[in-house]
Nanobody
């Protein structure tokens, strides 16, 4: 059992920044790889970023590489997504996810999901 709760979403102008957080509880957080996904209205869920259990390996979608940074603080059972240089195309509901194993970009390989937090980027 793992419970995930996202926070930090909101409305920002293009070029601005947001920092999303995902707090985990219920099991040993450090045993899980973590990922961030997003879903815009009328579109399928897409991979954003992932991080290994140790934090030693990170992966990013090409669309966010160089702008977003994923990190984790196992002592706080929390994973973060720092988003800079935001674009209107980033507007979506962002979800964090956890799996016991290697980090992956495949959403169907994650076992636990948060409720999502809305990110809206205006032009």
């Amino acid at each position: 059992q793992v419970q995930l709760v996202e926070s930090g979403g909101g409305l920002v102008q293009a070029g601005g920044s947001l920092r999303l957080s995902c707090a985990a509880s219920g099991r040993t957080f450090s045993s899980y790889a973590m990922g961030w996904f997003r879903q815009a209205p009328g579109k399928e869920r897409e991979f954003v970023a992932a991080i290994s259990w140790s934090g030693g390996s990170t992966y990013y979608a090409d669309s966010v590489k160089g702008r977003f940074t994923i990190s984790r603080d196992n002592a706080k059972n929390t994973v973060y997504l720092q988003m800079n240089s935001l674009k209107p195309e980033d507007t979506a509901v962002f979800y964090c996810a956890a799996r016991f194993g290697y980090a992956t970009s495949r959403g169907d390989e994650y076992n636990y999901w948060g409720q999502g937090t809305q990110v809206t980027v205006s032009s």
